[in-house]
């Protein structure tokens, strides 16, 4: 016989994790593209080009992280209400 050690959670604790990593997604690669992109207008005195690129590299990049992790969530929620 197996022992399943099931860790009791509270009920809003998954939807917290998902919040804090979806809005980590959010904020993270832009305010990154937003330091980097002025310090390369600055530096190659292109303003804003490299500013906008870089910003826009970053949004799409966080677009695709999203559509991943909410994918898998979605996936997630079906696989625990077929087995419900």
Do not use: C
Request: glycine share 8%; net charge positive.
């Amino acid at each position: 016989m197996a022992i399943e050690n099931k860790v009791k959670v509270a009920w809003w604790q998954p939807g917290l994790e998902l919040f804090l990593r979806l809005s980590g997604w959010i904020g993270g690669p832009i305010i990154f593209a937003i330091f980097v992109g002025k310090w390369l207008d600055r530096k190659y005195a292109s303003e804003p080009w490299l500013f906008l690129l870089s910003t826009a590299t970053a949004f799409l990049f966080s677009m695709g992280a999203l559509i991943v992790i909410g994918s898998k969530e979605f996936r997630k929620i079906e696989k625990d209400n077929n087995t419900k």
